[in-house]
């Protein structure tokens, strides 16, 4: 079936740091959205991106759709980018929307 | 502009009740989907209305459905419930491609 495998599962970072989120998918995707999910549960958006390369302050995105992958790029991390990373795809030939499992990224200061 | 909202916030059950969700969507947004996050896991897909029809359904049992009102707000039935069922339940509306999540319900079943 159609899957959306993220990682690393697990990120431990210094404050300051640079990360980077993978997110692959097995099928075409017709779009692909990124989320950061925050203690209370409330998913926020950070990236509708398709295609193509996304920047939004610190934070961008590029999603290469025939290699099927998107990435997440954090810089100069600060402790409030702690939490949940999930990518999103929606599958027009299964009608879902599908989820990774998220990627749990703890900056320590 | 207010956001996707969801009634009620927290909901304890239990076992072999049925419990009743809902969703407003974003103002101008015609799609309303339904999600279920269990604890340490990403969100499952349960439901998806267009203009009042199901457009998608993911793997869940028929114990699950769903409606979409002519306002385009939508509920999630949820009926015999079982321990499993325990879970954050969450709303998304969109008026094109990407999706607008609401606060979430989180649901207790006893």
């Known amino acids: 079936g159609i899957q959306v495998e993220q990682s690393p599962p697990d990120l431990i970072l210094q404050e300051g740091a640079n990360s980077t989120l993978r997110c692959n998918f097995s099928d075409s995707v017709n779009n692909l959205q990124w989320f950061h999910q925050n203690p209370w549960g409330q998913l926020i958006n950070l990236f509708y991106?398709?295609?193509g390369t996304k920047q939004n302050g610190r934070l961008s995105a590029t999603t290469v759709a025939t290699e099927r992958y998107s990435l997440l790029y954090i810089s100069s991390s600060q402790t409030t980018d702690s939490g949940v990373y999930f990518c999103?795809?929606?599958?027009?030939?299964?009608?879902?929307?599908?989820f990774g499992s998220g990627t749990r990224l703890s900056i320590r200061p | 502009d207010a956001g996707v909202t969801q009634s009620p916030t927290h909901l304890i059950k239990t076992r072999g009740q049925q419990v009743t969700l809902r969703c407003s969507p974003i103002?101008?947004?015609?799609?309303v989907s339904w999600y279920q996050q269990v604890l340490g896991q990403g969100p499952q897909f349960i439901f998806q209305y267009y203009e009042k029809e199901e457009r998608g359904r993911g793997n869940f049992p028929d114990r699950f459905s769903a409606r979409q009102f002519p306002n385009y707000s939508s509920e999630l039935n949820v009926n015999a419930l079982l321990l499993g069922d325990s879970a954050l339940y969450l709303c998304?509306?969109?008026?094109?491609?990407?999706?607008?999540f609401g606060p979430g319900t989180r649901l207790t079943v006893l």
């Open positions: 999103a795809g929606m599958y027009s030939s299964a009608s879902k929307i599908i």
């Open positions: 103002s101008g947004h015609k799609s």
């Open positions: 991106i398709p295609s």
């Open positions: 998304a509306s969109s008026g094109g491609n990407e999706q607008f």
